[in-house]
DNA sequence: TTGCTAAACAAACGACTGTTTACATCTGCG
DNA sequence: CGCAGATGTAAACAGTCGTTTGTTTAGCAA
C-alpha cells in the first residue's frame, strides 16, 4: 500500500498529503466554533492527528492557516456567485432582480449542504469573520470578496435604473446583515420561536430571504 | 483628604469605587475590539491601571466580567424599546410598522453615539456576540434581550395581521441581521463603496434602513 | 482601642500560547 | 547506490493565560 505515490511538482508543498488537508478541515471546524484566539494550535494538531509543528510546516503560521483556508474555500463561492450573474444575463437582457439576489445568496448559504464546496463549518467561519474589527480578517474577506460583491452592486443598480447607487450600496449592506446573520446561526431565532424558525434550513431561507429583500431594495429611495 | 467616604451598604461592594467603572469600561471597549477570547485580564488591568487581582475580586471570574457588563448595559436598551414602543400605543391604537421598527432599532444603534448609555464600544461587543456560538454569549443575549423581542414581534405582527406567524419571525430575523452588521461597521461597506456607506452614522443608517425592512415586512408572503 | 471587613496589592500557580530548533525519516532522481 | 529535498517529529523556547494565594491597607462599629 504505497499511499505515498503524490507529488509530480518538486517545486513546493503541491502534494496532495492528506495532513494539509485534514488539518484545514479541523481548523475551519475550530476556528468557527470558537473564533480564531478562541483555538490553540495544539487543539488543532490534536484533532487531526498531525504533528503541531506540521502546522508551522505548512502554513507558516496561524494566520497564514486561516490565510490558506480562505484562499481554498471562498474562491469557488465567488467562483459560482458570478457563474449565476452571467447566467441570469444569458437567460434575459435584463435579468428580474429576485434572480440576482438568487446568484449572490444561494452560493455562500449552500454550501453549508453541498460537501463538494468543503465542510458546512466555513460558511459559519465566514459570518464570524464579517463581525471582527481585526485587520486581517477584513484583508482576507475583501480580497476573496470584493470583486464579486462590486459586481452584483453594480448588477442591482441595473435592475433598479431609478435607485440612486447610494440608496443601492446601503441596501446591498443591510443585505450582507441577513446574510451573515443567516449564516452564523445564532441560535437566536430559534429560541425565540421555539425552533420554528431554522436558519440551518437553508432552502427555506433563501425561499423567505430573497422575496424579502427584493421587496425592501424596490421600495422608493428615502428622501 | 478622606475620599473614601462611601460605602453605606455593609453588605457587599455597594461601594462607588471607580476601579469597578473603569474595568467595565476598558473591558467593553476590548473585549469589542478583540473579542472575549483575545483580550488578556492584563491588557484590561494594565489598561484600566486597576491590580490584576481587582477583576477576579470584583466580577469572580473572566465570564463574570462579560456578565457584569451586559446587565449594566443592556437593561437600559431594553428598557428603553419597551417605553418607545408604549409610547407608540400611546399616541396610536394601531401604530405604523415604521414607528415600531424604529423603537426596535433606535436604542440599539443610538446608545453608540450617547454616552449616557455607556461607552459606543458596546454595540459593537453586542454584535459581535450575536454571531457567536459560544453558550455563555447566548445565555447572556438571551436574558438580556428575549423578552423585549418577543415582544416586538407580537407587535409587528399586529401590525401585519395578514401574514403568518411564521413569515413575520422570518423576517424579524433578517432584520436582526441587518442591526446587527450595522452595529459590528465592520467597515465592508465603506471599502465597497470608498466610504460613501458609513453605518457608524447611525441617523442616517436608521434612515435607510427602516424604510428599506419596512417594505420587506409588508411584501406578500411566500406560499 | 480592638475587632471586623471590604479593598487593593505583589507574587506565584500550573497550564497553555505560537513559534523555532535540531534531528529523524522517507521519497524520487541522477 | 547516494544524495538532495520534502516531510514528519519531539522537545524546548519565551511568553501569556485565568486564577489563587497570602498579606497589607483603610474605614467603620463596638
Known amino acids: 500500500m504505497v499511499k505515498a505515490r503524490a507529488k509530480n511538482t518538486p517545486s513546493r508543498k503541491a502534494a496532495v498529503a492528506p495532513v494539509r488537508e485534514r488539518i ?19 487543539a488543532i494538531s490534536g ?6 509543528a506540521s502546522i508551522a ?3 507558516g ?3 497564514g492557516l486561516l490565510e490558506a483556508l480562505f484562499a481554498q474555500r471562498a474562491a469557488p463561492i465567488a467562483e459560482e456567485r458570478l457563474r449565476l450573474l452571467a447566467a441570469c444575463y444569458e437567460k434575459a437582457k ?14 455562500a448559504l449552500v454550501l453549508g449542504v453541498e460537501p463538494r464546496f468543503g465542510g458546512p463549518a466555513f460558511v459559519k467561519l465566514r459570518a464570524r469573520l464579517a ?7 477584513r484583508k482576507i474577506l475583501a480580497k476573496a470578496f470584493d470583486l464579486s460583491s462590486r459586481k452584483f452592486i453594480d448588477a ?3 435592475a433598479l435604473p431609478d435607485l440612486p447607487r447610494a440608496e443601492v450600496e446601503w441596501r446591498f449592506h443591510f443585505m450582507l446583515g ?24 437553508v432552502g427555506r431561507a433563501l425561499r423567505h430571504m430573497i422575496p424579502f429583500l427584493a421587496a425592501g431594495f424596490r421600495s422608493a429611495p428615502v428622501p
Open 24 to 42: 484545514l478541515e479541523v481548523a475551519e471546524r475550530l476556528f468557527a466554533e470558537h473564533g480564531m484566539s478562541g483555538v490553540g494550535l495544539r
Open 61 to 63: 503560521s496561524k494566520d
Open 57 to 59: 510546516y505548512h502554513f
Open 178 to 201: 441577513a446574510m451573515f446573520y443567516t449564516m452564523a446561526d445564532s441560535g437566536r431565532i430559534q429560541a425565540l420561536t421555539k425552533g420554528r424558525v431554522d436558519p440551518g434550513d
Open 47 to 52: 484533532e487531526a492527528k498531525v504533528n503541531l
Open 94 to 107: 435584463k435579468p428580474k432582480l429576485e434572480d440576482i439576489l438568487d446568484a449572490f445568496l444561494r452560493p
Open 131 to 137: 463581525t471582527e474589527p481585526e485587520a486581517l480578517s
Open 156 to 158: 442591482i443598480a441595473a
